[in-house]
Nanobody
Framework: QVQLAESGGGLVQAGGSLRLSCAASGRAFSLYNMGWFRQAPGSEREFIAALSGVDSSTYYADSVKGRFTISRDNAKNTVYLQMNSLKPEDTAVYYC?????????????????????WGQGTQVTVSS
């Protein structure tokens, strides 16, 4: 069992940066495969980034590639999402998620129903 808690959201101007954190409680955090998703009002939950706990491979949505970076600190049981060059269209509630099986295909890291545990979300608002 893993419990996740996001933090670090807020209001930022376009072009600015934010770093989101996702603190995990529970055992064997380093073995979990982690993902970040976001959901804007009226939209479906959208994959943003994922990080394999097996080999540290990273995966990104095209919309954030080159601007966002996912990382983790296993000693702190925390996964991060560094967001640079933010745009108004990045405005959403951001969620972290944990999966207890390896990423073996694109769908296994990009589909929200492939994750076992979710945080409560943190709001990110980017003003123009």
């Amino acid at each position: 069992q893993v419990q996740l808690a996001e933090s670090g959201g807020g209001l930022v101007q376009a072009g600015g940066s934010l770093r989101l954190s996702c603190a995990a409680s529970g055992r064997a955090f380093s073995l979990y495969n982690m993902g970040w998703f976001r959901q804007a009002p009226g939209s479906e939950r959208e994959f943003i980034a994922a990080l394999s706990g097996v080999d540290s491979s990273t995966y990104y949505a095209d919309s954030v590639k080159g601007r966002f970076t996912i990382s983790r600190d296993n000693a702190k049981n925390t996964v991060y999402l560094q967001m640079n060059s933010l745009k108004p269209e990045d405005t959403a509630v951001y969620y972290c998620a944990a999966r207890n099986l390896p990423f073996y295909s694109a769908s296994s890291y990009s589909q929200s129903n492939r994750y076992n545990y979710w945080g409560q979300g943190t709001q990110v608002t980017v003003s123009s």
